[in-house]
């Protein structure tokens, strides 16, 4: 039961909302499992219903809310991530490793193009050009990256510097 409610939740993230016929398409489960599902995630807040068409709830999202890679690492990285966004003037992203994926964790949006690439709980998307600097615990292991979106036409290695510094701001932070 838990694997469906995954599984649904899982669609519902990717594609925002669904009926009760896509739901059971896309998840490859018979309707009348997915029927009884989202009825019974609704009542608890996990999925929301909007004129037929299920979506992700806000109790999902306080959840996710209070999700971190590492204890405080959320708090310490938002105010680095900014700065570097506004010197530079281009999206940076604390990056994360979980199991067979990295994940963007939080994020800094400078470029339109990347609201939805980017998305905290997004999967870093491949192809997509980065420079980046590891973050360390004050043990020096790495549990994640500093990195900031290369576009075309910039050079690698003038924004090395400002992202290695907002790298070392918030390992500093987190050993504190």
């Known amino acids: ?3 469906g409610a995954f599984s649904l939740l899982d669609k519902l993230m990717d594609e925002g909302e669904l009926g009760l016929t896509q ?16 009825d019974q995630m609704e009542v608890l807040g996990a999925v929301e219903n909007v004129r037929g068409r299920y979506r992700i709830g806000a109790r999902m999202f306080r959840l996710g809310q209070s999700w ?14 900014r700065a570097l966004s506004a010197t530079i003037r281009t999206s940076t992203i604390l990056a994360v ?16 193009e990347d ?21 360390r615990t004050a043990t020096s292991s790495v549990v994640g990256t500093v990195s900031a979106v290369l ?26």
């Open 23 to 38: 739901l059971a398409d896309r998840c490859e489960m018979p309707k009348k499992t997915v029927h009884r599902l989202p």
């Open 68 to 81: 971190e890679p590492v204890p405080g690492i959320m708090r310490v990285a938002r105010q680095p991530l």
């Open 115 to 135: 609201v939805a690439r980017l998305r905290p709980g997004a999967t870093v998307p491949a192809g997509m050009e980065f420079v980046s600097a590891p973050v």
């Open 97 to 112: 490793p979980r199991r067979d994926r990295v994940l963007v964790a939080a994020a800094s949006i400078v470029r339109a």
């Open 1 to 3: 039961m838990l694997e």
């Open 151 to 176: 576009d075309s036409g910039r050079s690698a290695t003038a924004l090395k510097e400002a992202v290695g510094h907002a790298a070392r701001a918030i390992s500093a932070a987190l050993a504190s």
